[in-house]
Nanobody, 123 residues
Framework: QVQLVESGGKLVQAGASLRLSCTASERTFSSYAIAWFRQAPEKEREFVAA????????FYQDSVKGRFTVSRNNDKNTVWLEMSSLTPEDTALYFC????????????????WGLGTQVTVSS
């Protein structure tokens, strides 16, 4: 079964930049659409960004569009989420998710999940 592992989360100050990575255990990763979700305390898990299987198409939630960039390198079985101009509202546990098909924006439409990496933005 495909294993996903996120890394890169840390405590940063408002306005900082940060890059998260998601690495898969198997080559079949290259056939999956990949998405990033996040969940803050007392809030529902929400869609952040997604990238198609070949990396040619990306999708973003309005609140992060222009600040976040998602990309992938299938030769390395890795997806990145580059974040800039971070604010305290970006504080959350960030998850990488995968599905064998086209991208979706609801968490229950994804088949594989990592355990998450914590991003905390101080004011």
């Amino acid at each position: 079964q495909v294993q996903l592992v996120e890394s890169g989360g840390k405590l940063v100050q408002a306005g900082a930049s940060l890059r998260l990575s998601c690495t898969a255990s198997e080559r079949t990763f290259s056939s999956y659409a990949i998405a990033w979700f996040r969940q803050a305390p007392e809030k529902e898990r929400e869609f952040v960004a997604a990238v198609s299987w070949d990396g040619d198409n990306t999708f973003y939630q309005d609140s992060v569009k222009g600040r976040f960039t998602v990309s992938r390198n299938n030769d390395k079985n890795t997806v990145w989420l580059e974040m800039s101009s971070l604010t305290p509202e970006d504080t959350a546990l960030y998850f990488c998710a995968a599905r064998n098909g086209g991208w979706r924006f609801r968490p229950n439409q994804y088949d594989y999940w990592g355990l998450g990496t914590q991003v905390t933005v101080s004011s």
